[in-house]
């Protein structure tokens, strides 16, 4: 447990307001009593007696900070949930993975208020204040609930038993993945072959990367092997929770390539039932051109017309469904507002429905991609919040009846993947 004790208490030390006006950690979190005007009807204990005092730009890098650790944290625990059941079983480990699962939501809804100070709508200092002082408070509960665990289990670890059976598990997972290196490979070249470089850019080196997780893997498990004592008690923890972390690595690495191989399918099927759908969509916008009310609503539906006309156009250069899907998503939603004041609700909604089907594989798609692009190279605050956003909005439009607010929903959710994969690739 000593990689999420880390990264817990390192954002216990790093939650220091920047310019010195304060210093403290989350362990003093609720014991400072600052401002008492700002935290009013607050509760002892709340993060409003925490930072109250502190300007509130540093309130905000202090928030950031703790945001990214905790997510961080988070992930971490969840690697290390695996590594768990396989030491101590499923039912030890039980109470573990609930407590990640609520530590999660902690971190979800602090990434929620970082989405309202960061979004468009202006909101005043005392409320930009108490959300800040909130984001702080719930990333320390999370903190507390991940060290809370991660006490109890380094209890049981300190016993160090079990040891060979831990490194003969880790030595079958680094077998199993190197069962499917050559078929992943196989997989990637063809994908390469059949798709834009754009589209496989992001796993172009997982092979290889992953080849290389699991040869250290192999030498950390030898390590570890070699001080494995006859009694069955061995201080060997520490050596075998690396070798599993660098297979998880590979692991990772490889699902990556099934995963886009399964998502430029699914990617595939979508387009062509867009394009088919387009397709009725314009044999009906010429229909209701004929009969527009004006001359501007006509026009309207004619320029939209064309834009689907030149979306559907087979491009010359290499596939890359998911644009497509994008390009043609976003001149059929022009063409549905050109005709919306001519289409009877139950056609509309018909269309909603199929355009829904299409972004919502793009959102899935592109979600997973900035997901695994943070996962593996971090990323800012900004980033993260943007993805944390996103995902939101794609559960929001899974779960919605109205299919014309739930293909608005998911295309929020597309539009914040976007915009979390530019902050995570260029504002590093």
Known sequence: MDVVTGIVLAGVTALVLVGGAVAVGFATLFRRR???????GSP????AFGFGSAPLAELSLAAGSALVRMDDAVRAADHELGFAIAQFGAERSREFGQSITVARGKVAEAFRLRQLLDDSTPDGDRQRREWTLQIIALCEQAGAILAQQDAAFAGLRRLEVGAADAIADVRARIAAARTRVEATRVTLARLEAAFSPAVTAGIATNVSSAESSLAEAEAIADDAASDVTVTGVSAVSDTVRRASDATSRAEQLLDAIDRTDRDLESAGAALAALRESA?????EARLQRDSAPDAGSGQGIIDAMTAVDDALATGSGPADPVSDLD??????ARLDLALAS???????LAHARAAYAGTLVSAAS??????DLIGGRGGRVSARTKLAEAERQYALAQVETDPVEALDTI???VTLARDADALARYSD
């Open 34 to 40: 600052g401002d008492r005007t700002v935290a009013a």
């Open 327 to 332: 390009r043609i998503g976003d001149a059929v």
């Open 342 to 348: 001519a289409r009877n609700q139950a056609d509309r």
């Open 411 to 413: 295309r929020r959710a």
């Open 279 to 283: 397709r009725k969509d314009l044999d």
């Open 44 to 47: 002892s204990g709340s993060a």
């Open 366 to 371: 592109q979600i997973a991609v900035v997901r």
